[in-house]
């Protein structure tokens, strides 16, 4: 009798030693899983800062493209992405939260509001590349804007809109109900509860919205290439009220430009490897931008629930 | 507030009584009304926006693809074996492009999925709370890196390292573009399946362990299970990201159309088809200029019906706690 208990225990112990090592093996699995992706994000870097750091210098910052790959330079392509986030900001942000400040606090729980919200979270989905394909029917050559910087701010300005509206959305749904009533509860308006309680209470984590989205407009390449963007410019747009004939308040936003990824692009895909270095030395600079701009979004968002105790 | 709050203050001072000062009142709260209908108003419009991208996204896109397709019959489109638009001898077959975007999206998908998935299930069941607030934000920077230097780094890393094992790799293939894919979409997958599998209510793991489960068994057979809705959505947003993906292709796959599910050849997608074609200088209203919204519109329809199936498929199993 007590040998067969024996027997059972040790089965059972048997069975339980076995359970124990698929958990063993499957945390390691993880782990084994989380290192694979980290490291291929340090070889990415790692590739790039070896191949592009020698390239690195104050040159390249203020030099234009050029045939030769020791003198080629940056400087129509960091201009041309800063002009274009402008625009893309200047477009997107406003439309951003205005939209998310309707959908959350204004709308009413009808077939209008839900076909805007099944819309928005379509488009998160929809390619970029179709972006572009809508930018260079409509903003090219419906509207008349051109290959120019305003069609490319637009564009990337659609793109990262449901971004902008879903994170405001968040940002504007965390904060409690109890703010608002008390505002109404003196006598605010709606707008009034909008303007001085939900929008600077909601402000980390819009800012965050709009962090991640431009990030991700600034690395965008597909659409921008769509609406035909040129590879090769050696020249900035227009600054306002200079030069022969003097250029207008606006003219930069219809003048020709490339962007960082496109600059990329066009290096990448020379057969000479000494331009390949170019593109290396361009994508640091690109993926140090938009990691920087992601790890303050991650930061923001940290703080925010660190600080924030309703 | 300032600006509302100091209007009334004149008409007090003036110490209006009885009815001039309800009436006063009355049209100070008229005022206001108004205001707040325009501002509604003008917030409306600007959640309209997104409305008109997508009219304005399908209208461009039926719009040049008629045209298009008066001049090439759909069945040809849908059955010729040739894709050669831009050649004398034209060729529109969609099939070409298509077996490049199935092959690309399934190398992705075989990386992206089992390591998306363990990654969630080793985040949500497994890793203690620090290791997960480190490791997420790390993890999410894979998808915050820009397309194109993903590229760059299948074209110059990924394809030189396979060659080494494999040399008969052309420098041009499906196959490392469709792995470095894989490895920026994880974390689609993974965060999103994490985000279901940490709703799943905290009393059914009790549940599970108190019937004497390990980790493994409740992460498998009771907390997947509760949150397939939600990883299956997960896969499929990481499937319609395969499928749109275009920079990596264009500079990894090469664009030579070629009728192939080999992985381990070029080459061209539908979506590294209409960079090509918009690198080029095609004149506005060609066939040439066409043939990219055509293809645009096949991307849009498949990822549309990928949309579609993952809204009914969160619908349909979703468990309610």
């Not at chain 2, 110490?15 to 509604?40: F, H, M, P, S």
């Not at chain 2, 934000?137 to 494999?166: R, W």
Request: net charge positive; proline share 5%.
């Amino acid at each position: 009798m007590s040998a067969k208990l024996s027997e059972r225990a040790q089965l059972l112990r048997r069975i339980i030693r076995s359970h124990k090592r698929w958990d063993a093996i499957f945390g390691l699995l993880g782990l084994l899983a989380m290192s694979l992706a980290i490291l291929t994000l340090v070889a990415l870097f790692a590739q790039m800062v070896i191949d592009g750091a020698p390239r690195l210098s104050l040159d390249f910052f203020t030099s234009f493209p050029s045939r030769r790959a020791g003198q080629a330079g940056i400087l129509s392509a960091w201009v041309g992405s800063f002009l274009v986030m402008l625009v893309t900001a200047l477009f997107a942000i406003p439309v951003g939260i205005a939209s998310a400040v309707y959908l959350e606090e204004y709308a009413r729980k009808n077939w209008f509001t839900d076909i805007i919200e099944i819309n928005i979270s379509n488009l998160a989905g929809v390619p970029s590349i179709v972006y572009g394909l809508l930018a260079l029917g409509l903003f090219v050559y419906t509207f008349g804007l051109g290959q120019s910087i305003l069609s490319a701010g637009l564009t990337l300005g659609l793109l990262i809109l449901p971004i902008v509206i879903v994170t405001t959305r968040e940002a504007l749904r965390s904060i409690p109900q109890v703010i608002r009533e008390g505002a109404y509860a003196c006598g605010a308006t709606k707008w009034q509860v909008v303007s001085d309680h939900l929008l600077p209470y909601g402000t980390p984590g819009i800012l965050t919205g709009v962090i991640i989205g431009l990030s991700r407009a600034i690395g965008e390449t597909a659409p921008i290439i769509t609406i035909g963007a040129l590879t090769f410019i050696a020249f900035l747009p227009p600054v306002p009220f200079q030069g022969e004939p003097v250029a207008g308040l606006f003219d930069w936003l219809f003048s020709p430009f490339t962007v960082m990824p496109i600059q990329i692009f066009n290096w990448t895909s020379r057969p000479n490897p000494e331009f390949q270095l170019n593109a290396a030395a361009a994508s640091l600079v690109l993926v140090v931008l938009t990691l920087g701009m992601n790890a303050l979004a991650i930061w923001l968002r940290y703080r925010l629930r660190k600080n924030i105790k309703w | 507030m300032s600006s509302t709050l100091t209007t009334p203050l004149p008409v007090m001072e003036q110490r209006l009584t009885g009815a001039a000062r309800l009436a006063e009142l009355a049209q100070i709260k008229a005022a206001r009304k108004r205001k707040d209908k325009l501002i509604e108003l003008i917030l409306l419009l600007a959640a309209c926006v997104s409305v008109f991208t997508t009219l304005g996204i399908v209208y461009v896109l039926v719009k040049e693809s008629l045209v298009f397709f008066t001049h090439v019959p759909l069945w040809d489109f849908l059955t010729d074996s040739q894709w050669t638009p831009l050649f004398e001898d034209t060729h529109f077959g969609i099939a070409v492009l298509l077996a490049g975007t199935l092959s690309s999206s399934g190398v992705a998908l075989l990386v992206a999925i089992p390591l998306g998935t363990i990654i969630a299930i080793y985040l949500s069941e497994f890793a203690n709370h620090t290791v997960r607030e480190v490791l997420k934000p790390i993890l999410e920077l894979l998808s915050g890196v820009p397309t194109i230097i993903y590229g760059y780094f299948a074209l110059l890393f990924i394809t030189p390292m396979i060659q080494k094992i494999y040399p008969d790799l052309p420098t041009f293939n499906i196959l490392s573009a469709g792995l470095v894919m894989g490895i920026m979409i994880i974390p689609y997958v993974s965060s999103l399946s994490e985000d279901a599998m940490r709703a799943v209510p905290m009393s059914l793991r009790e549940g599970a362990y108190a019937m004497g489960s390990t980790r493994f068994q409740t992460a498998m057979r009771v907390v997947v299970p509760a949150s397939i809705s939600g990883i299956a959505s997960a896969y499929i947003l990481g499937i319609s990201r395969a499928v749109g993906e275009t920079m990596i292709l264009a500079v990894a796959a090469g664009m030579q159309p070629n009728l192939t599910l080999n992985p381990l050849e070029p080459a061209a997608t539908v979506t590294s088809f209409i960079v090509q074609v918009a690198l080029g200088d095609l004149p506005h209203g060609s066939i040439g200029y066409q043939t990219i919204f055509a293809a645009g519109l096949t991307l849009l329809i498949i990822t549309l019906l990928f949309n579609l199936l993952g809204h009914w498929m969160r619908r349909r199993f979703r468990e309610a706690y």
